[in-house]
């Protein structure tokens, strides 16, 4: 089971000069859009509004995360880890090599070479926590924390590629820009849905996109989202639930008649797998259509408590 300290559930997002994905929001929203938003009319004191009056109301954070996931620039980012496959495909094509693509090609890890620990790792690394782990790190780990995080390693190989002679910089950074802009993405998605809001960092020729979302709530119950859509079968939904440590609800959605096949053969192979790792599945049922966006757990009118910091 992947637990996550309290401290990596908190969330630093550093407002209003390094947020883009806001930023495009903003840029995208129409006056009607942005006076409900808020009554300040510049950009810099609606940026700072929203964020600050976050706490105190919910309307803000809801009108603004429907702007988010409905922008059309965040929308067709893509997936992270093909994007990441294709930086890399444009620095190999280069006549130089740059310290930044042994460091990619180690983060992308082919899912049948996934475990528990590496899987959290890659989690912690992905660039969401950057800010929080920063924070609340000591001196002597800041260096470990800067060489390991992906934000970070694009932060700085985005500095090292432009003041480079490379020929292909200008697409290296343009796509380097991309992956930087879908880390902002989801820091601002995972505060406005009080929420860990993940990309799926790992190599799987079957996958086109993956998006993983966390939540606890006050009575320790642990919900996750686990969205993902295949190239042969299309949409497939997860929704989890864990509580009492070990006692786990799973939904599975999925609207391809032969995957669903595929699902029924093997629930048994996976209900053994899980009880072989401790965990005791209570029910496993799939379902024909996605779910809706009202929430298929129970209780999920509970505060959901994660910890969120924004620092403006």
């Given at each position: 089971?992947?637990?996550?300290?309290?401290?990596?559930?908190?969330?630093?997002?550093?407002?209003?000069?390094?947020?883009?994905?806001?930023?495009?929001?903003?840029?995208?929203?129409?006056?009607?859009?942005?006076?409900?938003?808020?009554?300040?009319?510049?950009?810099?004191?609606?940026?700072?509004?929203?964020?600050?009056?976050?706490?105190?109301?919910?309307?803000?954070?809801?009108?603004?995360?429907?702007?988010?996931?409905?922008?059309?620039?965040?929308?067709?980012?893509?997936?992270?880890?093909?994007?990441?496959?294709?930086?890399?495909?444009?620095?190999?094509?280069?006549?130089?090599?740059?310290?930044?693509?042994?460091?990619?090609?180690?983060?992308?890890?082919?899912?049948?070479?996934?475990?528990?620990?590496?899987?959290?790792?890659?989690?912690?690394?992905?660039?969401?926590?950057?800010?929080?782990?920063?924070?609340?790190?000591?001196?002597?780990?800041?260096?470990?924390?800067?060489?390991?995080?992906?934000?970070?390693?694009?932060?700085?190989?985005?500095?090292?590629?432009?003041?480079?002679?490379?020929?292909?910089?200008?697409?290296?950074?343009?796509?380097?820009?991309?992956?930087?802009?879908?880390?902002?993405?989801?820091?601002?998605?995972?505060?406005?849905?009080?929420?860990?809001?993940?990309?799926?960092?790992?190599?799987?020729?079957?996958?086109?996109?993956?998006?993983?979302?966390?939540?606890?709530?006050?009575?320790?119950?642990?919900?996750?989202?686990?969205?993902?859509?295949?190239?042969?079968?299309?949409?497939?939904?997860?929704?989890?639930?864990?509580?009492?440590?070990?006692?786990?609800?799973?939904?599975?959605?999925?609207?391809?008649?032969?995957?669903?096949?595929?699902?029924?053969?093997?629930?048994?192979?996976?209900?053994?797998?899980?009880?072989?790792?401790?965990?005791?599945?209570?029910?496993?049922?799939?379902?024909?259509?996605?779910?809706?966006?009202?929430?298929?757990?129970?209780?999920?009118?509970?505060?959901?408590?994660?910890?969120?910091?924004?620092?403006v």
């Open positions: 089971m992947i637990n996550f300290s309290a401290n990596s559930k908190q969330l630093d997002i550093l407002l209003p000069n390094t947020n883009r994905a806001l930023a495009e929001v903003i840029k995208n929203a129409t006056p009607k859009q942005l006076k409900l938003l808020s009554q300040n009319k510049d950009l810099k004191s609606i940026l700072n509004s929203l964020l600050t009056q976050s706490s105190q109301s919910t309307s803000n954070d809801k009108a603004l995360l429907d702007l988010l996931k409905n922008n059309p620039t965040l929308k067709s980012l893509g997936s992270a880890s093909n994007n990441i496959k294709d930086l890399l495909s444009t620095i190999k094509s280069g006549k130089s090599t740059l310290p930044i693509e042994k460091t990619l090609s180690n983060f992308l890890v082919n899912v049948k070479d996934l475990s528990e620990p590496l899987l959290k790792q890659k989690f912690e690394n992905s660039g969401v926590f950057l800010e929080s782990k920063l924070k609340n790190a000591s001196t002597q780990n800041i260096k470990e924390l800067i060489s390991n995080d992906l934000k970070s390693i694009l932060l700085q190989a985005s500095e090292e590629i432009t003041n480079s002679s490379n020929p292909n910089k200008t697409e290296i950074l343009k796509q380097v820009d991309k992956l930087l802009l879908q880390i902002d993405y989801h820091q601002l998605l995972s505060h406005l849905s009080s929420s860990s809001s993940l990309y799926i960092p790992f190599s799987w020729e079957q996958l086109q996109e993956g998006h993983v979302e966390l939540k606890r709530d006050k009575e320790n119950r642990f919900y996750c989202d686990i969205d993902l859509k295949l190239k042969e079968y299309g949409e497939l939904n997860l929704k989890l639930t864990l509580y009492d440590e070990n006692q786990l609800n799973l939904h599975i959605y999925s609207d391809n008649a032969a995957f669903k096949e595929i699902i029924k053969e093997n629930i048994a192979s996976l209900r053994s797998a899980l009880i072989d790792n401790s965990i005791t599945p209570r029910e496993i049922h799939l379902f024909d259509t996605k779910p809706s966006m009202q929430s298929p757990y129970e209780n999920s009118d509970k505060p959901i408590d994660l910890g969120f910091e924004v620092k």
